[in-house]
């Protein structure tokens, strides 16, 4: 399968596929609600952080979780993560788990861009030196789970907004805590 997604996944307000739409041109002033997938990466008990590339449509140059992406039609959640991430960090994940399937955000960035996605939340184990695409990550960062919290919590407006909101949930905190202990 090819790395890439051309195109997004519409969905309705349930959730369910309405269409697609070709990816360059989703993300606007009125992106429609589609499929996205976002996935923290463990590794000796510290989680990838990773800042977005600065030619990114959405929230260029922002701190955020290690990867995010696109479901491809008739795709699963889990599938993309296991298609994308290898792609998007240059290694392969392991050890998947959905933390947050039913996450759901929309925001907008401060030239009006919005992200309208329902965003299943993943965490997976890498072992080997991550090689990020350019285009995807500007630069990256490996931290502990508790001072990722800490500096989540003290400087929200410094990563993004979807990151910000998947780090309230009481279940993605005490997960990402476990892989330290």
Not at 30 to 44: E, G, I, K, Q, R
Not at 107 to 117: L, P, W
Not at 157 to 165: A, C, H, L
Request: charged share 20%; hydrophobic share 45%; net charge negative.
């Amino acid at each position: 399968m090819k790395p890439m997604t051309d195109v997004v996944v519409l969905v309705d307000d349930h959730g369910h596929p309405i269409g697609t739409a070709p990816k360059a041109t989703v993300h606007t002033t009125d992106t429609p609600l589609h499929l996205a997938f976002s996935c923290y990466v463990a590794h000796n008990g510290k989680i990838l952080v990773t800042r977005r590339a600065l030619l990114k449509k959405t929230w260029p140059g922002v701190w955020t979780n290690s990867a995010c992406g696109h479901l491809a039609p008739k795709e699963t959640a889990q599938q993309a993560v296991l298609r994308w991430v290898p792609h998007e960090l240059g290694v392969p994940v392991r050890n998947l788990r959905c933390v947050l399937p039913e996450f759901r955000y929309r925001a907008v960035d401060s030239r009006g861009i919005v992200e309208n996605e329902i965003c299943p939340v993943f965490i997976a184990e890498v072992s080997g030196e991550v090689q990020p695409a350019a285009d995807e990550v500007d630069s990256y960062q490996w931290v502990t789970p508790a001072d990722l919290l800490a500096a989540v919590d003290a400087a929200p407006f410094t990563f993004s907004p979807w990151m910000v909101e998947q780090l309230a949930f009481p279940e993605l905190r005490a997960a990402l805590l476990a892989l330290s202990a």
